[in-house]
């Protein structure tokens, strides 16, 4: 009879096992469907998003603060490319300078 009896133990033992896997099944693939709507994405990417940009702003600002130099000349080397076509024509559109009267 003891026999018997360590099987009914055994059964009901995997009975419970399996009740507590399906719970486990039901409650991760509801935690799933949650995290995978596409609102619940967005939000997520837009965090990645902002913390990347927010790590890359803090990485250029020390870069700035410990080449000072080097970034003036890098900014005033960009705005001469970018400014270099209304540069050019002020240049062209200038008359060029008469010579002064002379006064006797």
């Known amino acids: 009879m003891a026999k018997n009896n360590d099987e009914i133990f055994s059964l009901r033992s995997l009975s419970i096992d399996r009740d507590q896997a399906r719970e486990n099944l039901k409650r991760d693939s509801a935690a799933t469907r949650e ?43 960009a705005t001469l490319i970018a400014m270099r076509k209304p540069i050019a024509r002020l240049i062209a559109n200038q008359k060029k300078s008469e010579p002064d009267p002379i006064e006797e």
Do not use: C, D, Q, Y
């Open 35 to 77: 995290r995978f709507k596409p609102s619940n994405l967005m939000s997520e990417a837009k965090g990645k998003a902002a913390a990347r940009v927010r790590k890359a702003g803090e990485s250029a600002i020390s870069g700035v603060r410990a080449h000072p130099g080097l970034t003036a000349t890098v900014a005033a080397t």
